[in-house]
């Protein structure tokens, strides 16, 4: 009696807890005693007045009991309730790893924030996808299984370029809007014919932007990847201290273009500064340095947009403004709304401007006059920017398409840039103006040092897509001899592993560029020139070139056993990239991974995540 008193004056989670324990009946109020478990016969001391030891053991012990008789008082749990709550995967389970790994995948492979396993409602789903699992804690899943995963995927990579028999490079600096630096560094190579696109780091990068400090984070991070005596080419953008950083002391391949260093620049921001050191302690042989085609096709187009009369850059200025209108104007959208959104204009990407005045051109005019804008285009303004596009509209097309990823783009350089100066030619009979004219200058004078690039030479002959269809008659001499001493270099017993799958074929390109040459179906002769060339650069210009929409991989990998020396070096000069793009895009993930409401995301938690995101699949 004295026993149902005391509880009765007692809190709710206090009777609750002790309903699990045996007590002793000759007690008195406020004394210790100790009471037995129901469930695991374990003494516990306490008290009816101080139950927290008690309260501890069932949660430590007896968990899902202990929830779920404070949960619901009243009902009594059957036995299969019970067995059912408390059966949970254990740590080493397979299961419990199999959903943890894919848990981990589906929080970075969607950019989610890793408090997502705080949610209850997350919780609530998991408990329903499966009630063996156990969710982890943030703390556990940021220290441990995210660093164990990182490392599971870099060793992996790893072990992958290892296999590769050469890397190429792209590398960048990048800043935050938290105004942090960044380095990121993309690698790609060949294996069993496929083009290979991954991450090789995207960490911070602390100090001055010298070239010496470039230079110095590069080398740690090749070291640590043990890929420092397969890099073939590094790509970067046109900014000087990335230029200077991989150039070898008293010789560089392309020229610093100062007159325009201040537009070389891409749309992240960087910090430039002097370096007043010229002793970067480089090492002898390093590897080869390319500039981006990418933003040196860029400073072309703005090049002749300097050019242009004032009366376009006004008409270009006034379309400019009515886009802007339209997109903060609710009424202007909705009058709108049945035609493409207006797409505004990125000061740092000049084919982003051209879109801008192609999706105002595709709104009627009728159309456009219905919006309460005090800026109005004529007819003839039209008219004006509709020949500004078809002046730039080869020029869009080379951007686009000298920046894939995953396809071979280090042959296009060459055959884009005679292209683009044929196409020219023909638009200059319809348009004879100042902008023409500097965008023939232009292109002759920043371009025309890829054509003369030995690495883009022959990227060009091994592509079976061009071989030497881009050259004219005296430059097949030049072009054979380059490819003729290069293969000379090259062991006669090396054969590049041939995958017994064939890549996926990549999809057609737009080839109004290459109207220049002649048809893939024209075979030319064998030896135009009358050089001395090796049996396989024979067989090789014997077969006909085959369609522009598609893989040149494929080809080699069904001729790689009869052409074993070329296809050595089709494995090595196809991987180049032409452009930066690729870390580009590792900045543009960087950036949705560390958005405002995650600044405070630890770096090394930052890498990790990254390294999950970016090269995850490669376990798949």
Request: glycine letters at 2%; proline letters at 4%.
């Amino acid at each position: 009696m004295l026993k149902e008193n005391i509880l009765s004056d007692l809190k709710m989670s206090s009777k609750s807890v002790l309903e699990h324990f045996t007590v002793p009946d000759d007690f008195q109020n406020g004394n210790t005693f100790k009471g037995k478990c129901m469930h695991c016969g374990t003494l516990i001391s306490g008290s009816y007045k101080v139950t927290s030891n008690f309260v501890t053991h069932m949660k430590r012990k007896h968990r899902d009991l202990y929830i779920l008789h404070s949960e619901n008082k009243e009902i009594q749990p059957t036995l299969t309730q019970c067995i059912k709550k408390s059966v949970k995967y254990s740590p080493s389970d397979p299961k419990q790893l199999e959903m943890t790994n894919a848990l981990i995948m589906f929080i970075a492979g969607d950019l989610l924030p890793l408090s997502i396993v705080e949610s209850e409602e997350f919780k609530n789903l998991m408990e329903k996808a499966d009630t063996k699992y156990q969710v982890p804690s943030r703390k556990h899943l940021s220290s441990k299984l995210l660093h164990e995963k990182s490392v599971e995927i870099k060793n992996n990579l790893v072990n992958t370029l290892k296999r590769a028999e050469s890397v190429c490079l792209t590398i960048d600096l990048w800043s935050s809007r938290q105004m942090r630096g960044f380095l990121g560094i993309t690698g790609h190579f060949i294996l069993d014919w496929a083009m290979k696109s991954v991450m090789i780091c995207c960490k911070r990068f602390k100090g001055r932007h010298t070239a010496e400090s470039i230079r110095s984070e590069y080398e740690e991070v090749v070291t640590s990847f043990e890929i420092g005596f397969k890099i073939a080419a590094i790509v970067s953008d046109n900014a000087s201290n990335m230029v200077k950083a991989f150039s070898i002391p008293g010789f560089d391949d392309f020229k610093v273009d100062h007159e325009s260093s201040d537009e070389e620049i891409d749309d992240v921001d960087k910090e430039i500064e002097d370096d007043q050191s010229d002793d970067l302690h480089l090492s002898d042989c390093l590897p080869k340095h390319s500039r981006c085609f990418a933003h040196t096709l860029q400073l072309v187009v703005k090049d002749g947009l300097k050019d242009c009369s004032p009366h376009l850059k006004t008409v270009i200025t006034k379309a400019s403004n009515i886009v802007s209108f339209v997109r903060k104007s609710i009424i202007a959208s909705e009058i709108l709304e049945d035609y493409k959104r207006l797409q505004a204009a990125n000061a740092t990407r000049w084919n982003s401007q051209l879109h801008m005045i192609c999706s105002v051109l595709n709104v009627p005019e009728l159309e456009l006059d219905k919006i309460d804008c005090k800026t109005k285009l004529s007819s003839y303004e039209r008219k004006l920017l509709s020949e500004l596009c078809t002046i730039l509209e080869p020029f869009d097309k080379a951007t686009v398409l000298v920046q894939g990823e995953k396809t071979v783009t280090a042959s296009l350089p060459i055959p884009v840039t005679l292209g683009l100066k044929h196409q020219l030619k023909l638009i200059s009979v319809d348009y004879n103006c100042k902008m023409i004219k500097s965008l023939k200058s232009s292109v002759e004078e920043r371009l025309f040092q890829f054509v003369e690039d030995e690495a883009y030479i022959l990227a060009s002959f091994l592509d079976p897509r061009f071989k030497t269809r881009w050259c004219e008659t005296e430059q097949i001499d030049q072009c054979l001899a380059v490819v003729k001493d290069k293969l000379s270099q090259v062991p006669t017993s090396s054969e590049p592993p041939c995958d017994q799958n064939s890549p996926p074929c990549k999809r057609a390109k737009n080839d109004d560029l290459f109207s220049f040459m002649p048809a893939p179906s024209v075979e030319r002769k064998r030896n135009p020139s009358g050089i001395s060339v090796s049996s396989e650069m024979d067989d090789y210009l014997s077969d006909n070139c085959i369609n522009m929409s598609k893989d040149p991989l494929l080809y080699w990998h069904s001729n790689c056993q009869r052409l074993p020396r070329l296809a050595k070096l089709a494995v090595q000069y196809l991987a180049i990239p032409a452009t930066s793009a690729p870390v580009e895009r590792l900045f543009s993930t960087a950036g949705k991974t560390i958005r405002p409401e995650r600044c405070r995301l630890a770096d090394g938690t930052f890498e990790k995540l990254m390294m999950v995101k970016c090269n995850g699949k490669m376990l798949k």
